[in-house]
């Protein structure tokens, strides 16, 4: 569903417009409140509503009138599932036509991991950070629920997570509990205070799961008060060792160099990083040990940790934990290959853990590369009935699991690759699921626990795909919409139902295709189509402008415009190829502008009807690649990225590793910061030790829609 604002703004307010059936139309101000307004903006990429307002504000539209009586919760992502009368069904006319105001007011957690970190706000066009004056757990508490999570565990003031740099824009913050959002809150005003960074906030949100790709739900309960503790020992890889001492493991991203043995991707998303022993440069009997930092983790705990180990010459993995007292000791080990694909270890230990060891030990070949990656560490007894999925749409907080299963599998019958009847295993059979109370957020859970970003539709009554037979499994399913399984949904019991098969429900899954996106050069242009740039290695030709090598390695190609061959003002594009991403969605690239006369650059989208411009550039942003996070809360057909040459020959514009993610950037874990490239730009370049430009200075750009 397609939401606008018109009449208003143009960006942040107006008459509230949905697309439905073909045709745009209006939504009427009968019932509709401030959880409704919240839901429209959020689905416009806003972080809240700001206010609404009844009785056509921003002028009557025409056509239909598409919503009446709507009554949303305010934490749906999409108007299309709340409730309201039917689709058209509606006693108003466009005098009665709803607008809404939003706040680009948004938030973000830095400088620690998912679900912890020193809090941002973003306001007037600019990140900035929350003074710790007032600031408390029910403070806490509404940001984390605005940030998806269920509440607060804690919050730490005083700098904890690292002093930020820039704005601080918020100081007394006080909340009753109840708000939506943080910027609904009584504070000082934006901008207005009297501290310094060293007092900037930092909370650490209850996350409620982690991702495996075993049996594993870990939801943690309240009243623990040493959690902060154990997430010393988190790490998933993707920004840096999390602190481990490491010998003799690598940090690596996609597969490892020698055939038939090691993960081709890691385990969080597919496209990040982890680490591996290269068994190749080791003999048998080596060792690579990856040792944690120190933790206070009172007993009992559970570790989790993702693990690949495939290959004919597979050698041991072992964990030994300090247990504070009496040195170490091994509740884990495991020999030999286990298949080539990521397994997910879940470990009771009923001893306090100080700090915790991963050995890798060589076996006798080249083919025995083994991986770790996803440790999670969190002070309770572990849960290993749950499930979750193996690459979940989203990481988000999930209620407590009703029932779970070893064997349980999901699948779509009688359609096609991404449509069907809904069928689950369950004790070795196969069933179907019954229509009862089934609605857009059960169809949701399917299609995402499927592998696919979300459902386009679902057809409960009358066996759309025809019926099955035998068991009907599952009736009056009822999920939330967050869950990672339709085993974490309520229903009346496995095979409890009054259902036949002519109420079988069938689903038809969105498709998505944003690696048609994805181009890092490194072979060729990705069927990129292209106009006035070109592919180079190393320096370009001319001095003080562009980059002296790639941003993936240092070693590898880019893309580049040579500023001495066009004239200014002289256009050069990128045109990726179609592809069919459903919002929201990350665009992430790196770039390098660097020179006296440096131009523009640009990126477009487009949405299905038309290109627009999300993101934009001007002027030399320094010797070093950045990189930018831009949020897509449209459709996204197709990019194109372009550059505007400037005034002179010292002025190339440089583009590397494009990437397009499914879900909003900061859930993908993209960070604000590229040590190793500014590391390696800083070795290569002595302007840039001049100017005083470090890897801890690298802050790079971030977009929105």
């Not at 408390?136 to 984390?144: H, I, M, W, Y």
């Not at 207005?192 to 790709?213: A, K, M, Q, V």
């Not at 440069?281 to 990856?290: E, M, S």
């Not at 499930?387 to 989203?394: E, V």
Request: aromatic content about 12%; glycine content about 12%.
């Amino acid at each position: 569903l397609q939401v606008r604002l018109v009449g208003g703004n143009g960006y942040s307010s107006g008459r509230v417009e949905v697309y439905y059936n073909g045709q745009w139309g209006t939504v009427c101000d009968d019932a509709f409140d401030s959880s409704d307004a919240d839901v429209v903006c959020r689905q416009l990429g806003f972080g809240a509503a700001e206010a609404f307002y009844p009785e056509a504000f921003f002028g009557e539209g025409s056509g239909p009138i598409w919503l009446d009586e709507l009554a949303c919760y305010g934490y749906e992502s999409s108007l299309s599932d709340c409730i309201h009368n039917g689709w058209g069904i509606n006693n108003c006319g466009h005098k009665e036509d709803v607008g809404v105001v939003c706040t680009e007011f948004q938030l973000r957690l830095t400088n620690g991991g998912y679900g912890y970190g020193r809090l941002e706000v973003f306001h007037a066009g600019e990140w900035g950070t929350v003074c710790d004056d007032s600031f408390g757990l029910r403070e806490a508490d509404v940001a984390c629920r605005e940030l998806g999570f269920s509440g607060a565990l804690s919050y730490r003031p005083t700098g904890y997570y690292g002093q930020g740099y820039g704005m601080i824009w918020m100081d007394d913050v006080k909340c009753n509990g109840s708000e939506s959002s943080l910027a609904h809150c009584d504070q000082r005003g934006w901008g207005s205070h009297n501290c310094d960074h060293g007092e900037d906030i930092g909370i650490n949100c209850e996350t409620g799961s982690f991702t495996t790709d075993s049996p594993t739900l870990m939801t943690t309960p309240s009243g623990i008060v040493d959690f902060a503790d154990g997430r010393l020992h988190d790490c998933d890889f993707e920004n840096g060792l999390c602190d481990y001492y490491n010998y003799n493991w690598t940090l690596n991203r996609g597969p490892t160099p020698t055939n038939g043995t090691g993960p081709s991707r890691d385990h969080t998303t597919g496209r990040g990083y982890y680490m591996y022993t290269e068994a190749s440069q080791r003999g048998p009997g080596d060792v690579a040990l990856l040792m944690s930092p120190y933790a206070n983790i009172s007993a009992p705990s559970c570790l989790q940790f993702s693990y690949h180990m495939y290959g004919a010459d597979m050698g041991r993995l072992m964990v030994y934990v300090q247990n504070g007292t009496n040195g170490y000791y091994s509740p884990f080990s495991l020999l030999g290959d286990q298949g080539n694909t990521w397994h997910t270890a879940v470990v009771d230990l009923d001893t306090p853990a100080a700090q915790v060891m991963f050995i890798g030990i060589h076996g006798n070949g080249d083919r025995g590369d083994m991986a770790i990656d996803d440790i999670y560490h969190i002070s309770r007894t572990c849960y290993p009935q749950y499930a979750t999925t193996d690459y979940p749409w989203w990481q988000t907080t999930l209620p407590p699991s009703i029932i779970t299963l070893s064997n349980f599998a999901l699948r779509l019958v009688d359609g096609g690759y991404d449509y069907g009847r809904v069928e689950v295993r369950f004790n070795g059979e196969w069933g179907t699921v019954c229509d009862g109370n089934f609605g857009a957020a059960e169809a949701r859970v399917i299609c995402r626990e499927l592998g696919f970003p979300d459902y386009d539709w679902y057809y409960p009554p009358v066996a759309y795909y025809g019926q099955g037979s035998d068991n009907i499994w599952l009736d009056d399913l009822q999920c939330t919409g967050f869950e990672q399984s339709i085993q974490q949904c309520r229903h009346a019991g496995w095979g409890t139902n009054n259902c036949t098969h002519s109420q079988d429900v069938g689903v038809r899954c969105i498709v998505s295709s944003q690696d048609a996106i994805d181009c890092d050069f490194e072979n060729d242009l990705c069927g990129y189509y292209n106009y006035n740039w070109t592919r180079n290695r190393g320096s370009t030709p001319s001095s003080s402008t562009g980059p002296t090598g790639d941003h993936t390695t240092g070693a590898g190609y880019y893309m580049y415009n040579e500023a001495s061959d066009i004239n200014s003002g002289d256009v050069a594009f990128l045109l990726s190829p179609q592809a069919r991403v459903f919002p929201p969605s990350c665009l992430h690239f790196a770039y390098h502008m660097y020179g006296a006369v440096q131009g523009q650059l640009h990126v477009y989208v487009e949405n299905g009807t038309g290109w627009y411009l999300p993101w934009n550039l001007q002027g030399s942003q320094g010797n070093y690649w950045r990189t930018a996070n831009i949020d897509l809360d449209t459709y996204v057909s197709q990019v194109m990225i372009i550059s505007i040459r400037g005034d002179g020959d010292t002025g190339h514009t440089a583009i590397d590793d494009i990437q397009q993610f499914w879900g909003p950037c900061n859930v993908q874990g993209l960070k604000n910061a590229d040590v190793q490239t500014a590391k390696r730009e800083a070795l290569h370049d002595p302007e840039m030790e001049k100017d005083g430009m470090t890897a801890e200075n690298d802050d790079k750009e971030t977009g929105n829609a």
